[in-house]
């Protein structure tokens, strides 16, 4: 009878596994590939595989934002897409063109979702997508209140897997970074911690107070903590989400510790379940990647520059002037993809026989020269 029931349960376990691996998810996506020496057989290839990785990436974007637990998961995004077409069960081209220096492919695929999912993890996907961004943990006063909200975040973060700046370089710049979170400054904020290499800065705020009550002629007290936090993108100083959270406690005057610890480890999981989303967002449509250009040698120069962006960068949307000041250009690249991919993208790029060198990538910006 035994072996009996064990049989059933295997089968069932067994139709369970079929039934979620061959679960699929239709998705359109766009890929494109830079055609050179005039080579379209080639780009055209790149742009189908491009367009594959893609729709693999947007279905699975969306399973990440659909998801707000972060499990432990070792696998990193660029691995399951670079197998991107182990998920995909079938796909047809909708249309493809030449696209001045690019070759274009919308394609229609259908992904095995179920074994998308084998391969998943929750959040943890866009953590390292991201790169696993360092933290800056900053309050706007040094007491004992914020020391206490201070570390219990900065624990928080590490048993999640980020990287945060060294307490101790912090320590230097304290009296700046606490004056630029005090003010809500978020652009002085941004432009300070980019010394110390953040990505993403924590700027937090925190009340206490002990309110006494009476009850039967015996005076007790009321502790309450209340806390603020901001999450800004250190490369450019937006804010990517913010919060806050409040708790109350009767017991001895001033006795904060607790609730404090309580407060800001629950603060920080809703931050870091929002900033997720966020970036989950970002990778599944489009971002904005900061690009300043130096040692253009005049305006022509500039032109030129622009002219071969939308040629060049896979995914280029739009792009927005921000300042140019002699021979220095900062411009706003809407793209769908990410810094590390249009910094490849612009290092092939030559003017007048001038090489663009890149000197500098971030989670959101890039700087870059033209040689001499």
Known sequence: MKKTVCLIVLICISWTALAKASETQKCVAVGMAAIHSNYTDIARDKAIENALRNV?????????????????????MDRILSESKGFIENYRILSEKKDGGNYEVTIEAEVGTGKLQERMKAMELVLDRKSRPRLMIIFGETAQKDALAEAAMIKFFLSKGFKLVDAAMVKKKRGELSAAVSAADDKALARLVRNFGAEVVIASSIEAASNAFTV???????????LSVKVINGDTGDVITTGSESKSKPGPKGEIRGITEEVAVKLAGKMLDETLDSWSA???NTTTVKLAV????????LLDFKEQLPLVVKGFKTLLQ???????VELDVEIKGDAQGVADDLSVITMKGRKLKILSITQNMISATFLP
């Open 56 to 76: 693999v990436e947007r279905v699975a974007g969306v399973m990440v934002t659909g998801t707000t637990e972060v499990e432990n998961f070792q696998l990193k």
């Open 216 to 226: 039967s002629g015996i005076e007790m007290f009321t502790n309450k903590v209340d």
């Open 282 to 284: 970002q990778l599944a």
């Open 294 to 301: 130096a040692g253009l040698n005049n305006y022509e120069d």
């Open 322 to 328: 921000r300042a140019y000041v002699q021979g220095a």
